[in-house]
């Protein structure tokens, strides 16, 4: 496993636990304390999608 799909599954999980404890917080106390954690995870998967687009580039270069 190449260092790009690593850190691709690893963004990828981190959006995942901060989506779920963001509804988590959302549903056993209010709103607002769950915000955080769906800004936490609107800018990991930004992230996620970062090291994807690298990923796929640098597939791409090393098939040619």
């Given amino acids: 496993m190449n260092i790009y799909r690593l850190l691709e599954v690893c963004w990828l999980i981190l959006t995942l636990l901060a989506v779920s404890v963001g509804i988590f917080k959302s549903l056993t106390e209010s709103a607002l304390s769950g915000l955080w954690f769906f ?3 609107f800018f990991t998967s930004i992230f996620w999608m970062v090291r994807r687009s690298q990923r796929t580039k640098n ?3 090393t098939d040619n």
């Fill in 39 to 41: 800004l936490v995870a």
């Fill in 59 to 61: 597939e791409s270069e």
